[in-house]
């Protein structure tokens, strides 16, 4: 270790060494890296010192640097072992040679006779501070032996002269006076509010009238005196006086419900036809794969990777476990259709990238039943039409969001038409819940809003 560094020393490669910041490292830049905790010896003019290779790495950098220099540079990389003053001439003679030695700035050490001088001193300055430290606490006690006989004094005048105990007739005097003082107050208070709600000086004569008359006829015509029910119900302009229309309500509640069979006959009519036209104008949607749509974005727990798992089987596999079983993901399923729904067996689609496979054909997007939603409106960013705006897409669909217990909901999703499914990170057996959820409702959104796309059993 010590030739190395003498070696570096002597090719003048020391400011190109680095020092690790905790000090047991010390390397050169394309040599070796040395221990700088090791203790390493250095011999000049008969001394030998011993000294950690951190310590002399840091005295030899610089021999002419000051002692607070060099120790700070210690405390800055952990060097415990500070090179002393007296073996600073060693270690730099060893290293740098007999005339750095020489040139090296030495370190100021304080001589017996210096010493000797300076403790005379210090003792004299102790026995003089000693004396004055006497003489102020003898003129402390004097003065507080005055203090303490002055108050002595007055607390025997105190004594001589008591004071007589307060009377009722004195409490209530006085009790007297402090409300006097603050009914004044009162009162004044309440004056000066009088003062400031009067109307005096604002009185109203026929030269002011006259003198203001533009801008009362333009004022009276929009005023509505208040006074009965009549008055409150006047409007303002002459423009919406005519009431008929409540008189028609009224009158069409005081009469007898006679065609209440009638008219609850005319709107099932209706209701059905309505609904008939709705099946014609999407009949070619009978016999079509229901589509449902899943996110792309890798925060959402299920993706293409596990959605095959989840809705196909009702498990949740996580999408690394899912990657490392190298297995092709279906993207269609079949499921059992439940009996109330007229039952039979349906496949469903599942994608995530319906841009791209539903193309820009209406009908065919049509297909979409249900869309999974990550929680960003970017998600829909490039579908066709209203189908990019989440208040229409979640009118048209069956909107749901997944996500995973104890993660924050998305701010978008509470103001969007979705229902809302959550998965425990650790307990599989939970996982039918989420997915019953799902399922439920999809079916029964279906039978309401396209119930062309339900198997046609019976129909």
């Known amino acids: 270790m010590a030739d190395t560094l003498k070696e570096w020393a002597d090719a003048g490669k020391l400011s190109q060494a680095k020092l690790s910041s905790d000090g047991t490292a010390l390397s050169l830049d394309g040599g070796s890296t040395l221990d700088a905790t090791q203790v390493i010896e250095a011999t000049a003019e008969g001394k030998t010192c011993r000294y950690s290779l951190a310590s ?21 990389h952990g060097v415990k072992d500070i090179v002393k003053p007296l073996d ?86 006085n009790l007297n006076v402090v409300v006097d003082k603050r009914a004044a107050t009162e009162q004044s208070s309440q004056e000066e509010i009088h003062k400031a709600l009067s109307a005096e000086g604002f009185d109203v004569t026929p030269e002011l009238l006259q003198q203001h008359v533009a801008s009362l006829d333009l004022i009276l015509p929009l005023e509505i005196p208040v006074g009965n029910s009549a008055s409150i119900l006047r409007p303002a302009t002459a423009v919406d006086r005519d009431f008929t229309r409540v008189l028609d309500l009224y009158n069409e509640t005081i009469k007898p419900p006679t065609s209440s069979k009638h008219k609850s006959k005319q709107q099932q009519h209706k209701t059905k036809s309505a609904s008939s036209q709705r ?14 749509v899943l996110p792309k974005g890798m925060s959402s727990p299920i993706t293409m990777a596990n959605g095959y798992e989840f809705f196909a089987n009702a498990k949740f596999v996580p ?28 496949e469903y689609e599942i994608m995530d990238n319906p841009s791209t496979k539903l193309g ?22 490039d579908w066709p039409g209203q189908y990019k705006e989440p208040v229409h897409l979640f009118g048209r669909t069956y909107g749901f969001y997944i996500g995973m217990e104890g993660d924050k909901l998305p701010a978008d999703v509470e103001g969007w038409a979705v229902r809302k499914g959550m998965l425990n990170r650790d307990k599989r057996g939970l996982d039918s819940v989420c997915y019953a959820t799902f399922w439920n409702g999809l079916d029964e959104w279906m039978a309401i809003h396209k119930p062309e796309m339900l198997p046609q059993i019976g129909r």
Request: net charge positive; proline share 5%; glycine share 4%.
């Open 88 to 173: 600073k001439p060693t270690v730099v003679s060893y290293f740098l040679g007999a005339d750095a030695a020489a040139q090296a700035v030495p370190e100021k050490v304080p001589s017996p006779s210096s010493t000797t001088k300076r403790q005379s001193k210090r003792n004299e300055r102790s026995s003089s501070e000693h004396r004055d430290k006497h003489r102020s606490s003898h003129k402390r006690s004097h003065r507080e032996s005055s203090t303490s006989s002055i108050e002595k004094k007055s607390v025997e005048k105190k004594k001589k002269k008591p004071k007589a105990p307060m009377t009722n007739e004195q409490l209530f005097s």
């Open 319 to 346: 999408r690394d476990a899912r990657k490392k079983a190298l297995q092709k993901t279906p993207t269609t399923f079949t499921r059992k259709v439940a009996t109330r729904l007229g039952g039979g067996v349906m």
């Open 360 to 381: 820009k054909d209406a009908s065919e997007w049509q297909r979409i039943v249900a869309v999974i939603a990550l929680g960003a409106s970017w998600q829909f960013a």
């Open 279 to 292: 099946s014609a104008d999407r009949a070619h949607l009978i016999g079509k794969k229901p589509v449902i």
């Open 56 to 76: 002399i790495y840091l005295q030899v950098l610089d021999p002419n640097q000051g002692l607070m220099t060099y120790r700070n540079a210690c405390k800055a």
